[in-house]
């Protein structure tokens, strides 16, 4: 059958570090908040992020547990040798999708509770 594989970016980041890139990119401070999984959970639903539990878990809560373990220190070379060329770093990935968190079409999350 497939192979399972491991695909990361060109770096190391934590999650603080993803905040301080955006926050560099977008002229404004963006903080971190290290929310309790279930926390996190609910307001990904309730915004709408993710449409049932079921893909909430797959597209998001396994990544942050992931990040959690230290999982995120790991870097491959699988980007490269599957396509032939470099990972994006966030910051070049943001660069590409920048307007859709500074743009006029850019949604307003709901208030932090």
Not at 13 to 37: C, M, N, W
Not at 44 to 73: S, T
Not at 84 to 99: F, M, T, Y
Request: hydrophobic content about 40%; overall charge negative; glycine content about 8%.
């Amino acid at each position: 059958m497939g192979e399972n594989l491991l695909v990361t970016g060109p770096a190391e980041l934590d999650l603080y570090q993803v905040a301080d890139v955006f926050s560099k990119a977008l002229g404004r401070t963006i903080h971190y908040r290290d929310l309790p999984e279930a926390q996190l959970g609910a307001m990904f639903l309730e915004w709408g992020a993710f449409p049932n539990p079921e893909a909430l878990e797959v597209g998001a809560l396994c990544h942050f547990r992931a990040w959690a373990r230290g999982d995120a220190a790991l870097v491959t070379d699988t980007c490269r040798r599957i396509t032939g060329r470099a990972p994006l770093s966030v910051a070049e990935w943001l660069d590409k999708h920048i307007s859709r968190f500074n743009g006029a079409n850019s949604p307003a999350p709901p208030p932090h509770r």
